[in-house]
């Protein structure tokens, strides 16, 4: 039986499902970050009005497959991809392509010419393939860790609109 992807735009009561995703992205999947690091990172699975407030101020495109969220990617103001986050068993599947090319199309759809990140190490790769740059490296301190992290950016083509008598 063939598993059916598609990626949506989330709805408030994902809110549950997200904050388990990152969960699972930050503590069950491939990292070069240390457990005491990924502890610091996120310390408990996200809830309360913070969160939902947060996810409620972003377009957030979630993946399913077979019915069941795998992953998701945000867009907040100024075209800043918040989140991105795919669970374990999603990572390398070509989801994050799917979710990424979501956002840019709703980014040039709303006239924003320039996206732009906090990548993880993880992150990193998968953003450079999408065609970002890095702007800095950085190491930023969290709950007492340092975590290295990369601002990174990409400029939107804009088409140019002519006006034609």
Request: hydrophobic fraction near 45%; glycine fraction near 8%; proline fraction near 2%.
């Amino acid at each position: 039986m063939k598993r059916q992807m598609r990626i949506r735009l989330a709805v408030a009561e994902d809110d549950g499902v997200l904050a388990d995703v990152m969960f699972d992205a930050v503590h069950h999947g491939c990292h070069v970050y240390s457990h005491a690091q990924r502890q610091a990172w996120v310390p408990a699975r996200c809830s309360g009005i913070k969160w939902i407030e947060r996810l409620a101020a972003q377009s957030i495109f979630v993946a399913e497959i077979s019915g069941q969220v795998v992953g998701f990617m945000s867009l907040a103001g100024h075209g800043y991809i918040d989140f991105v986050y795919l669970r374990p068993s999603a990572q390398g599947t070509g989801i994050f392509r799917q979710l990424y090319h979501s956002i840019e199309s709703l980014a040039l759809q709303t006239g924003v010419d320039r996206l732009w990140v906090h990548a993880s190490l993880m992150a990193q790769p998968a953003f450079t393939a999408m065609g970002f740059t890095i702007t800095v490296s950085e190491r930023i301190d969290m709950r007492g860790q340092s975590l290295q992290r990369f601002n990174m950016e990409k400029q939107l083509y804009q088409p140019v609109r002519t006006l034609v008598d």
